[in-house]
């Protein structure tokens, strides 16, 4: 089985999982791919949490849960140091592991936060002036409740920005719950009918790594990235529209994302070259987490999602 063909069979399990949330799925497997962390937000219930639980089911992996709450503190994610036998030693936290769910990312404080930075970042926790290394395969995936503001942090800038993708999930069409029904019927019965196949080995997201460094990406696709990103920094140049809506425009680390991003996609499409459209196809997930939007927009009702679509109008025109 080649590393397209693994990868792709991840997917196909962590859909029989989660149905009818292939795109979200699709992002989850790209950020993996690239190496980032992703943060997902949705209504309660539309499986967020069983998004990741499923994709360390189908991965060789060390699956670890954080559950964040205002009374949570950094050791409590990093680990600390302990003392037995008249010396300290360090004992590590949960995030220590390879697929770390971030849940309700947002119910923590800043201290925590920061705990968590320096992980998604660095790939490495600090504790009392000690570096430990995270391991090779590693993400974070975070997830925020949309609409529950009780008790909560909004979520620093920066790290905001150490994100990949801010992927957006929503309801299941009507066909699809039917088959959810059906699915957790089957869970729950003493007999399911559909026994878990074991995991595929880590090494096929190593593998696949390996093939993406090569996709290519022409210095056309190259200038509509660094175009687009422009575009947030420079609204004014791109439109009356762009120059209303948009406040804050999208760091370096957005054309970073962007070119990191296509190229999985491409390599999952089974291309060895970006394509515009490979961008275009991730923009919104890449950028959405990105863009400050102005008092303008917010009061008009425009969404960031509206600003991007906007966005890949003009570019696409000026480019």
Partial sequence: MSPREAIIEIQRRVNQSIIGQERVVERIVIVLLANGNVLVEGLPGLAKTRAIKSLSRALESDFSRIQFTPDLLPSDVTGGEIYRGGNFEFRKGPVFGNLILADEINRAPAKVQSALLEAMEERQITVAGQRYGLPDLFMVLATQNP?????????PEAQKDRFLMHVM????????????????????SQHPRTPEP?????????????????IKTAEVVENYIIALIAATRRPAEFGDKLRRWIAIGASPRGSLALDR??????????????????????VHDCLRHRISLSYEASADGVRTDDVINELVRQVAVAV
């Fill in 169 to 188: 999930i929503d309801y299941p069409a009507d066909a699809d719950e039917i088959k959810v029904l059906r699915l957790v019927r089957d869970e729950q």
């Fill in 147 to 155: 609409i529950e503001q009780e008790g909560t942090y909004p979520l």
């Fill in 261 to 282: 991003s296509s190229r999985v996609y491409a390599w999952l499409q089974g291309r060895d070259y970006v394509l515009p459209e490979d961008v275009q196809a991730i």
């Fill in 198 to 214: 074991p995991p595929l080995p880590r090494q096929v997201i190593f593998d696949a790594r390996q093939e993406i460094d090569h």
